[in-house]
C-alpha cells in the first residue's frame, strides 16, 4: 500500500507541454484571452443586474416597512434567496467585503440566516457584524440591491472588474442600504488576521473544541483533509457531481489511506486528525490507530437538510489548531479551500498532495 498512485485515465488532450504551442494552440489562446474581454467590457455586470432582476428584486417593493436605522450599511446576505456557497465560500466572501468597507468607512453587517444564523456557531470577536432582523430592509426605496458570482478566476484584472462593480454599488447615495448576495471569494493572505479578527467560537461550540482537544491530547497532532464530493457515493453535493465505481472508489480509498501512511512517517509521534465529507472514508481511516475523527453529521452549509452544523464548524476550528494543516487529492477528488481556509485562519502552515 506505501506508495500507491492514483492510477485513473488522464485523456490525452489535457497533457500539454508548456514550452511548445503550436499555431493553433496559440489562436485558441487569443481567441479566450479576446471573449474574457468582451465579457469584461459588455456582459459581466450585465450578467449581475440580470440576476438581481430575475431572481432579487421580487423580494424587495416600495410597501416594504423602511427599517434603515444605519445609514450606508452594507450587508452581505444570507438568506436563501440564491445560492451563498459553502461555508469557506461565505466566511472568505465576508472577510473581504469587511476589509472593503473598513477602507473606505463604511459600517458593515452579516444577515446569516440560512440554513441557520451565524450566531448559532459564532460571535463576534473585535467588531460588531450583527444585525437584528427588524434592522433589515426590503424596502426598495432605501435598499440597493447587488448579486455577484465568481468566474473562478482571481487574477489583477477580475480584483480590478469587483473594485469597479463594489465602488459603483456603494456610491450610490440614494440608498441606505445596500445588501451584497456573493458567491465570490477572496482568498488573499489576509484572510486570516481578518477572520480572526471578525469571528470566535461561541461558549457552546468552544465546549465542544476544548473536549476534542483534550481528547487529542493538546495541540501535538496534524489534519489531514480530503474532499470527495460525491465519488464515493455517500455525500449529497448541493449540485450533483460524478460518482465512481465500486473498484475506482477503492482504489481511490487506498491511495488516499497510503498518503496518510506516508504523513504518519514524517510525524511518527503526532496523532492525526482526519476530516472529509465521506463518513465511509472517514471510518475507513479510523482503522488506522493513529487517526482520531470526530463524531457528527457530515453536512454541506448551502443545503437544509441538515438541523446541525456542528461538526462543519469542529472541523474547521480543529484543522485551524493542528500544528501543520494537509490536504489531500488525487485523481478526480476536489481541492477547494476548507482545509486551506481553516490553516489560514489558525495560522498554520499548508500543503496540499497530490
Not at 426590503?138 to 489583477?156: A, H, I, R
Request: hydrophobic share 30%; net charge positive.
Amino acid at each position: 500500500m506505501p506508495g500507491m498512485r492514483w492510477t485513473g485515465n488522464i485523456p490525452a488532450e489535457t497533457i500539454i507541454n508548456p514550452t511548445i504551442i503550436s499555431p493553433m494552440g496559440l489562436i485558441k489562446k487569443l481567441k479566450r484571452r479576446l471573449r474574457t474581454e468582451i465579457n469584461f467590457l459588455f456582459f459581466r455586470e450585465y450578467r449581475f443586474k440580470r440576476h438581481v432582476r430575475r431572481h432579487l428584486k421580487k423580494y424587495y417593493s416600495p410597501d416594504a416597512p423602511k427599517r434603515a436605522v444605519r445609514q450606508g450599511l452594507v450587508i452581505s446576505m444570507a438568506d436563501g434567496r440564491c445560492h451563498h456557497g459553502g461555508l469557506c465560500d461565505r466566511l472568505r466572501t465576508y472577510t473581504a467585503t469587511y476589509r472593503y468597507c473598513m477602507a473606505h468607512n463604511l459600517p458593515y453587517a452579516i444577515y446569516f440566516r440560512v440554513p441557520f444564523r451565524l450566531e448559532d456557531y459564532l460571535e463576534p470577536n473585535a467588531y460588531d457584524w450583527r444585525v437584528n432582523d427588524d434592522e433589515v430592509s426590503f424596502n426598495s426605496e432605501e435598499t440597493n440591491v447587488l448579486y455577484t458570482d465568481t468566474s473562478g478566476d482571481s487574477g489583477e484584472r477580475e480584483l480590478r472588474f469587483r473594485e469597479k462593480v463594489y465602488r459603483k454599488f456603494l456610491s450610490d447615495k440614494r440608498y441606505c442600504q445596500h445588501h451584497f448576495y456573493s458567491s465570490f471569494s477572496d482568498f488573499g493572505d489576509e484572510f486570516g488576521p481578518t477572520f480572526r479578527q471578525l469571528f470566535r467560537p461561541n461558549k457552546r461550540l468552544q465546549e465542544h473544541i476544548d473536549n476534542e482537544m483534550d481528547k487529542l491530547g493538546g495541540e501535538n497532532y496534524v489534519s489531514v483533509a480530503t474532499r470527495f464530493l460525491e465519488l464515493l457515493g455517500d455525500f449529497r453535493e448541493p449540485k450533483a457531481k460524478r460518482r465512481l465505481s465500486d473498484d475506482e472508489r477503492k482504489k481511490l480509498t487506498d491511495a488516499c489511506i497510503s498518503r496518510i501512511e506516508d504523513i504518519h512517517r514524517r510525524y511518527p509521534n503526532h496523532k492525526i486528525l482526519v476530516t472529509s465529507d465521506s463518513q465511509r472514508f472517514v471510518e475507513e481511516a479510523s482503522r488506522l490507530p493513529y487517526v482520531h475523527t470526530i463524531e457528527g453529521q457530515i453536512s454541506h452549509v448551502d443545503t437544509v437538510d441538515s438541523e446541525d452544523h456542528t461538526k462543519t464548524f469542529l472541523d474547521f476550528f480543529m484543522i485551524s489548531k493542528a500544528e501543520k494543516v494537509f490536504q489531500i487529492q488525487i485523481g478526480p477528488m476536489y481541492g477547494g479551500f476548507f482545509s486551506k481556509s481553516a490553516a489560514m485562519a489558525g495560522d498554520r502552515p499548508f500543503e496540499r498532495i497530490n
